[in-house]
């Protein structure tokens, strides 16, 4: 049985994460773990009864949120996970220990509030996360199956690392992949590169039988021309790389990370690059 890990903060956007992950849960036939990591400065440790007024008041609602929606789930079970310290290490060690397949996190985007800690801690649960991320803004209003999903190629060699899990996805939903060549450059060998790494992706969703279109576009603000493509696709969901500081990505799309989490309107799925030396 597969496991996913939802971050809860109680918050609007949480339960809207929740809801999304819900929908890939009963997909892959996954259960779902849900964290609350208590941040306050506290000597206090956490054991498997939560002390303090805060965290008895907590673990009710996680209870009232498990008994609302574990009849939606069709397979598995959802349970709570309380953890005390930073937020993201927290998150990142839970995924490690349960063996999450996927990590699901509300978002705010630009214009949110940091009042609501996940919005704040997102970017950094997607850079330390051992499995891919998944974040949400509350405001997206997704059906009930996913129908295109973008993965954006550039010249890094972490780019293809998306096809796997994005062909694993495809399969389960039925969904059409868009590959999308993103040229930022006027110079030949980088484009050259990204067609080659266009051609490869193509090779392999026509050997795993998956449906897709190929289209390319010239970019002078990659962040801004992939959302540009996602709105006028009503792309369901983006997927891209997430730099480790020292992967080629991170000479690329790194910069442009943040930016596509925070200005997508559409779910954005990070999945952290392997390294190349």
């Given at each position: 049985?597969?496991?996913?890990?939802?971050?809860?903060?109680?918050?609007?956007?949480?339960?809207?994460?929740?809801?999304?992950?819900?929908?890939?849960?009963?997909?892959?036939?996954?259960?779902?773990?849900?964290?609350?990591?208590?941040?306050?400065?506290?000597?206090?440790?956490?054991?498997?009864?939560?002390?303090?007024?805060l965290?008895?008041?907590?673990?009710?609602?996680?209870?009232?949120?498990?008994?609302?929606?574990?009849?939606s789930?069709?397979?598995?079970?959802?349970?709570?996970?309380?953890?005390?310290?930073?937020?993201?290490?927290?998150?990142?060690?839970?995924?490690?220990?349960?063996?999450?397949?996927?990590?699901?996190?509300?978002?705010h985007?630009?214009?949110?509030?940091?009042?609501?800690?996940?919005?704040?801690?997102?970017?950094?649960?997607?850079?330390?996360?051992?499995?891919?991320?998944?974040?949400?803004?509350?405001?997206?209003?997704?059906?009930d199956?996913?129908?295109?999903?973008?993965?954006?190629?550039?010249?890094?060699?972490?780019?293809?690392?998306?096809?796997?899990?994005?062909?694993?996805?495809?399969?389960?939903?039925?969904?059409?992949?868009?590959?999308?060549?993103?040229?930022?450059t006027?110079?030949?060998v980088?484009?050259?590169?990204?067609?080659?790494?266009?051609?490869?992706?193509?090779?392999?969703?026509?050997?795993?039988k998956?449906?897709?279109?190929?289209?390319?576009?010239e970019?002078d603000?990659?962040?801004?021309?992939?959302?540009?493509?996602?709105?006028?696709?009503?792309?369901?969901?983006i997927?891209?790389?997430?730099?480790?500081?020292?992967t080629?990505?991170?000479?690329?799309?790194?910069?442009?990370?943040?930016?596509?989490?925070?200005?997508?309107?559409a779910?954005?799925?990070?999945?952290?690059?392997?390294?190349y030396?």
């Open positions: 049985m597969k496991t996913i890990l939802v971050a809860i903060d109680f918050s609007k956007n949480a339960t809207h994460a929740l809801q999304y992950a819900l929908l890939f849960a009963n997909k892959l036939e996954a259960n779902i773990h849900l964290i609350w990591v208590d941040n306050t400065i506290s000597d206090e440790s956490v054991t498997d009864t939560i002390e303090g007024e965290r008895r008041e907590k673990k009710a609602y996680m209870n009232k949120i498990i008994e609302e929606y574990q009849p789930l069709t397979h598995g079970k959802i349970e709570g996970i309380f953890k005390k310290g930073r937020i993201y290490q927290e998150v990142t060690k839970a995924a490690y220990e349960i063996k999450a397949e996927m990590i699901f996190a509300g978002t985007g630009v214009s949110g509030f940091e009042q609501y800690w996940i919005g704040s801690n997102a970017y950094r649960i997607m850079t330390q996360a051992p499995c891919p991320v998944v974040t949400i803004r509350s405001d997206f209003q997704f059906g199956t996913l129908k295109k999903i973008l993965l954006p190629l550039d010249s890094s060699l972490e780019t293809k690392q998306k096809l796997p899990f994005a062909c694993d996805l495809a399969t389960s939903f039925g969904a059409v992949i868009h590959l999308l060549e993103v040229y930022n006027p110079i030949k980088i484009r050259k590169r990204i067609d080659q790494f266009g051609q490869e992706a193509k090779k392999y969703l026509v050997e795993k998956v449906d897709f279109v190929l289209d390319k576009i970019a603000n990659v962040a801004a021309s992939i959302l540009d493509y996602s709105s006028s696709k009503n792309i369901d969901l997927m891209m790389m997430t730099d480790q500081g020292t080629t990505a991170n000479k690329y799309l790194g910069p442009y990370a943040q930016q596509l989490i925070n200005n997508s309107k779910p954005v799925l990070s999945l952290r690059a392997k390294e030396h």
